[in-house]
T-cell receptor, first 109, second 113 residues
């Protein structure tokens, strides 16, 4: 079945450093979505990428969808303590969403 | 507009019992998906309902079932509970089925003793 691998599992950064998480799918995706889950909270939608090679930005966050629609990345520039949490990608294929295992980001002030 | 609500928020059951969880989607949303979240397995897709019909199903045993009502509210049932069913059960609603933004509820924390 479809698999979505997400790396790294954990990332510890100093405040102000950059952060990147990567997702790779075993199959070509219809779209990919990114979510953020704060500790003790529930996943909150960040963005959806649909087109091959698409790049979207939200303030300090940059999202990319690969040309083959099999991989994606989320990059945060100059992390802040408010960025802590687990970032999930969710690949959509054949009507089903498959979530990556998430990357948990901790930021040291 | 009110968000996705789930009841109950916390539940403790014993092995062999059954449980029913409820999810009320955002007003106007017709698609409801259910997920199981555990530390070891991450977010696992259970099933998706749209217009009272199950549209997609994940790889879970038949003990896990669900349904959707005409008002789009959804229930999930787990029968013959096992210790491994302890998890956070999340429901997510979206306006339509398929590739649309999902809005998650706060979840129901189920503990099986």
């Amino acid at each position: 079945g479809q698999q979505v691998m997400q790396i790294p599992q954990y990332q510890h950064v100093q405040e102000g450093e950059d952060f990147t998480t990567y997702c790779n799918s075993s199959t070509t995706l219809s779209n990919i979505q990114w979510y953020k889950q704060r500790p003790g909270g529930h996943p909150v939608f960040l963005i959806q990428l649909v087109k091959s090679g698409e790049v979207k930005k939200q303030k300090r966050l940059t999202f990319q969808f690969g040309e083959a629609k099999k991989n994606s990345s989320l990059h945060i520039t100059a992390t802040q303590t408010t960025d802590v949490g687990t970032y999930f990608c969710a690949g959509r294929w054949a009507g089903k969403s498959t979530f990556g295992d998430g990357t948990t980001l901790t930021v040291k002030p | 507009k009110a968000g996705v609500t789930q009841t109950p928020r916390y539940l403790i059951k014993t092995r062999g019992q059954q449980v029913t969880l409820s999810c009320s989607p955002i007003s106007g949303h017709r698609s409801v998906s259910w997920y199981q979240q555990t530390p070891g397995q991450g977010l696992q897709f259970l099933f998706e309902y749209f217009s009272e019909t199950q549209r997609n199903k994940g790889n879970f045993p038949g003990r896990f079932s669900g349904r959707q009502f005409s008002n789009s509210r959804s229930e999930m049932n787990v029968s013959t509970l096992e210790l491994g069913d302890s998890a956070l059960y999340l429901c997510a609603s979206s306006r339509r089925e398929g590739s649309d933004t999902q809005y998650f509820g706060p979840g129901t924390r189920l503990t099986v003793l």
